[in-house]
């Protein structure tokens, strides 16, 4: 099993693929999110603290605790009580994330996949290479951070030359990075950002405001406890419009109480954010693209859960971004699903879609003619040759249909449209019906009548997209639960099609025949006639279809008894006979 890692400035993640899915593991206390933050007890033998309880530590003993080591990597300054490289403290964060993952998992995990900066260079990946080793993994790949969130976007299944720009504004750092996806991958066209600009920066300028608010300074203590109520105020206002912050005996004696509107957070945090536009328009411009060339902005980073941030990235872009990954899982899910891809265990789900549900037409009798079956792998193409039923019929009519139902009522219906035929007798209309899915799911219903040339072309845009699994699972299981009432409504339907067909047949050639046929045979027929005619009428399904086929194997006899009768009169008349 390869696990996926996003070390992170401020948070580290770990996810596994299980049963074909990739999921990110929590610690005992049921969160995902591990601050990438170590800290040295005083007692020298105990072993050092991590995460959460590093992050406790550093109100006591800041100088024991080390933050934000990923803007060190790759440098050989030494860092903390025990002068220790970046690498050794990040293998410490990682080490942490590899027993939380093992607990979570119950067996041992030993190869992983890191993320890292787009920017990180050879000797920062290789320092984190290093990390990943000293924690005791082996490290499969060191993978781009944007490129990560894009596959946890889903774009790996864009077009061919698509550009995706990634809009990462952290806790500590703001990246942005244009990709294009080539040959399957993606390629980072640029990218640029500031190591100095996040959700930091806003805490402060709000803590700044509050503490401007409130009139005299607070003690170190109340400005600590200030602070986390900001941080929490900023998170609770990007889903509320406003926010109460109560501290209770916030400085000795004194309690605060503040309303916080968003208008007022945002009014905060404009400045801050705005920072991020001359470097969006560069990573562009290095990039040789104009916003309009860019097919997706996807999200990530804790700070793009802001609404404001959706509205300065919508305007420097020209179009609203996607929105549909959590933006602070989006890396870690990325590398995860990288992880899947290199053992094996998602290539199905990943690179090869499949459709969800069988496509059909419908068909006579109101019957599910499928086309492409469920599970087929896209894009796919295939088509079937359809006529006219009767004489000079004008036009048929096409209803694409999506499901498992044997009648095409209990199926879904994506569209329909009109092909016109040339009048002529029965069966000489060519219609060719073909459906095609692209690789965005995308199904295109082409009907080329053949003699005519004429095309009519339908687009049915997301046949998968808008199909939710919950009712891909009701549509599945409702055919298993109506399979044989479908089936026995499916035979009843075709052999009546049939027995329709037959029985005027039949009366002619028996006409025809006249006393060629012994006066058995003729009873015979004349028998499974009626028992056709008899079970048409009953609408027993079983009944009518050994009704017909014995009718056919009848009639099929009287047909060639009939083509003999015409070739002895024939040869008799030539004389040679
Ligand atoms: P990251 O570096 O991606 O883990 O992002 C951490 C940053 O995201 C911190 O500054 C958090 O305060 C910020 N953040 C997390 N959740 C929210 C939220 N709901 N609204 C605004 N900022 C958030």
Redesign the pocket.
Known sequence: MICGIDL????SLLGVVEAGFPILLADESGSR?TPSAVSFPQDEAAPPLVGTPALRQRIIHPELTLTSIKRLMGQTTRVGPKHNLPEEISALILGHLKKMGEAAMGQPLTRAVITVPAYFNDSQRAATKRAGELAGFTIERILNEPTAAALAYGLDKLDERSKIAVYDL???TFDISILEMRAGVFEVLSTTGDTRL???DI?QALLDALILQTGTPPSPAARARLWEAA?AA??AL?SSDSHLLTLPFFDGTRSLEVSLTRTQLEAVARPIIEKTRTHCQRALADARLTPADIHQVILV???T??PLVHQIVADIFGQPPNTSQHP?EAVAMGATIQAGILEGSLRQILLLDVTPLSLGLETFGGLMNVIIPRNTTIPCKAGEMFTNAVPNQPSMLVRVLQGEREMARDNWELGQFAIEFDPGPKGSARVGVQFEIDQNGLLRVLARNTLTQTDRVLEIASTAVDVTDERVESMVSESVAYAIEDMRERIFVEASHKANELLPALDMALAQAGSLIPPDDRERIEAAAAETRAALITGEAARLKAAVTALDHATEQLAAAIVEQAMEASLHRRGLL
């Open positions: 992170g400035t401020t948070n999110l952290g806790g500590g996040g959700g930091d805490d941080i900023k998170h990007s980073g804790g700070s859960r802001m602070d």
